[in-house]
């Protein structure tokens, strides 16, 4: 596979890399999200009308990220205050905002836009072998690099980030120790859903270029997958996208190869990321990987404890 090809798979990836990210911070602070389908139709509408309109494509992408966190404070409050299933509201919510996107977007559907251009990084980008597919892309692909990195980095070794995980695993504790869980619950719900909605925008804005009905629809479903995937690991969860983005581009290129199989090859990276996610978590497969110390715990992870779980104060 040829450098430019893998270039074309990790600019494909990026989007679902800031969708991920956002969603894997929001359930580590034990919020589950499942807007995410209609909240990145919503943002990558919003986000390409904006960008039309003003001929500003950080605007748009500023945009489609307000509109998504806005989605997932709903879900927030309907948990922390309300104390409602956030499955049921997130269900509803990613119905609403599906239908919302179509509606509101009708005067935009193919119209040509702005969209996010080109950076070639001196030196870096000239580097043999990985400077054409890591380095001469666009900001949106070096932003999500960093993104990756920091989350790492804040999550498994900072105090906020033990804090963070201390929120989703035992609220309880956490609350005994000090923190304000509701607090953090809704910051990183809203910070999550803000990375779901520039994942949107980057869509209609750096790959699928302007904006239809359905314009990524099942994206949200398939970053939702690849969470439990990374199991809730950052790096694991970025690779997961990166590997979704390899499949669906050997799809296409199978499409003119097998032109009687053109409606069922794109839909193929769907089910076998599925039944990745089911091999990887069978019980044999997971004592088997485990043995491995440090690459079973790279490999396998775990919900946190309380994802999904309201807290209530003592």
């Known amino acids: 596979m040829n450098p430019e090809t893998l270039a074309i798979v990790i600019s494909y990836a990026t989007p679902l890399v800031f ?16 807007s995410l389908d209609g909240s990145m139709l919503l943002s990558a509408m919003t986000g390409f009308a904006v960008s039309f309109t003003t001929g500003n494509v950080v605007l748009g992408l500023m945009a489609g990220g307000l509109i998504s966190s806005n989605i997932a404070l709903v879900i927030a409050f309907s948990s922390i205050r309300l104390r409602l299933n956030q499955i049921a509201v997130g269900i509803v919510l990613t119905l609403f905002a599906a239908k919302l996107s179509a509606f509101l977007g009708q005067d935009f559907v193919r119209k040509p836009g702005p969209s996010v251009q080109d950076l070639h990084i001196p030196v870096l980008g000239d580097i043999p072998g990985i400077g054409p597919i890591l380095f001469q892309q666009n900001l949106l692909v070096y932003s999500s690099y960093i993104l990756v990195g920091f989350f790492f980095w804040f999550i498994f070794y900072t105090r906020q980030g033990l804090n963070l995980q201390a929120v989703g695993e035992r609220p309880e504790a956490a609350y005994a120790r000090g923190i304000d869980v509701n607090k953090l619950r809704y910051f990183y719900t809203a910070l999550g859903g803000f990375l779901v909605g520039l994942g949107g925008a980057a869509f209609s804005l750096d790959v699928k270029l302007g904006w239809s009905d359905g314009h990524i629809a099942n994206f949200g479903w398939i970053a939702l997958a690849i969470v439990i995937f990374g199991g809730w690991h950052p790096i694991r969860a970025a690779l997961g996208c990166y590997l979704f983005g390899l499949l669906q581009l050997v799809a296409l290129k199978l499409q003119p190869l097998f032109p009687q199989l ?9 089910p076998l990321m599925i039944m990745t996610l089911v091999f990887i978590n069978h019980r044999k497969i997971q004592y088997l990987i485990l043995r491995n110390n440090v690459f079973g715990r790279f490999i396998t992870g775990r919900a946190p404890s309380a994802l999904g779980e309201s807290f209530q104060r003592l």
Request: no cysteine.
């Open 19 to 34: 969708a991920v990210i956002g969603e894997t911070i929001t359930e580590k602070a034990g919020v589950v999200n499942l």
């Open 262 to 270: 053109s409606q069922v090859l794109p839909i193929i990276p769907f």
